[in-house]
């Protein structure tokens, strides 16, 4: 089971109100709307993803590697580098 999986219903609808944000975003710039309001529209739409990918981070620590670091061993430590690399990824821009 996955660290996400209690809460999966959420982050399907999180993810079908960003996925009218970006069809929204399409209509904005085929209806050649102001940019300004465009790249607002598109701050939205990136803070709400980096949202979805906070939730799922932690729910990741909270289940998946706090799992591993239980069992103990070298599983626990390739949990916390693979959760660190995840970060790493999150924080780029």
Not at 20 to 37: H, S
Request: charged share 35%.
């Amino acid at each position: 089971m996955r660290g996400y999986t209690l809460h999966k219903d959420d982050y399907r609808n999180r993810l079908r109100r960003i996925e009218g944000q970006v069809r929204g975003l399409q209509r904005m710039i085929e209806e050649d709307e102001y940019c300004v309001d465009v790249l607002t529209q598109i701050v939205s739409v990136t803070k709400a993803l980096q949202g979805v990918g906070l939730g799922l981070l932690d729910e990741h620590l909270r289940h998946c590697v706090r799992h591993a670091v239980e069992e103990g061993d070298e599983q626990g430590d390739a949990k916390i580098t693979e959760a660190m690399q995840a970060v790493e990824r999150l924080l780029r821009v």
